[in-house]
């Protein structure tokens, strides 16, 4: 497995944070993940997932990414955070001679605000980070509505957001430049930034005192400046893992 690869399971092993409680300080898990890229004749990748998750007081880590709290109490949580994007693209992973003739796009650090904010009909989740590794120059952002129910050891949450990422981000991730056009021939494309609506729903079971079992999921639907890119044959992204975890 390489590397790029590797980190590519910090999506969805962010994604996966939402299974762990409030009240749980340190969890353990693995499980497996499904990652279907937009990228034209991009095959569906499988991979083992690692979950690791901290929450203190003043401290959190989830999947690649972990924070300080800048404010933290029952219905407010605002912090800086850094976090590894693994969103990237490989040239040899496309079956397609064009896509072969690409440039290559690297994961990158981003670093921003993150805030959640508690009310008793769910919880607001939003954050805004920049790429510091001058890879895109650009930045997302991302807000979302949540609601977590709990039955006896089952808890489900289900969400709604949006994502943005900026023209400098869809431009290096999507964009197709005048040398790249000239010896792929896929036409020549400047992405513009937009915006990307999602679903998502996680739900996790908790079978004894410290062992969960999990499942979680994210179906995006691509804004238009990535669908129009000759890059991109579908119009829509997916992410799904599940796994078993411990809390300490």
Do not use: C
């Amino acid at each position: 497995m390489t590397k790029l690869k590797l980190l590519a399971l910090g999506i969805l092993a962010a994604t996966a944070v939402n299974t762990v409680h409030a009240e749980d300080k340190f969890s353990l898990g693995a499980g497996v993940g499904v990652i279907n890229s937009p990228y034209k004749q991009y095959d569906r990748e499988i991979y083992p997932v690692p979950v690791v998750t901290y929450e203190g007081d003043n401290f959190w880590f989830r999947g690649l990414g972990g924070g300080y709290y800048l404010w933290n109490d029952e219905a407010d949580k605002l912090s800086i955070m850094a976090y590894y994007d693994p969103t990237h693209f490989k040239p040899g992973d496309s079956d397609s001679h064009q896509m072969r003739q690409l440039d290559k796009r690297k994961g990158t650090l981003m670093a921003g605000l993150s805030y959640v904010h508690n009310t008793q009909y769910g919880y607001l989740r939003a954050a805004l980070a920049g790429d510091t590794l001058d890879n895109s120059n650009g930045f997302v952002g991302d807000v979302a509505w949540l609601y977590r129910y709990t039955n006896g050891g089952l808890t489900l949450t289900p969400g709604i957001g949006v994502d943005y990422k900026s023209e400098n981000y869809n431009d290096y991730y999507y964009g197709v430049s005048r040398n790249e056009s000239r010896r792929s021939g896929l036409k020549q494309y400047q992405a513009d930034d937009g915006w990307n609506p999602y679903l998502e729903l996680t739900a996790n079971y908790k079978f004894a005192a410290d062992w969960s079992v999990y499942a979680t999921g994210r179906y995006l639907r691509l804004s238009d400046e990535v669908k129009d890119s000759p890059m991109v044959d579908r119009s829509w992204a997916g992410i799904f893992s599940t796994g078993v975890t411990y809390s300490f």
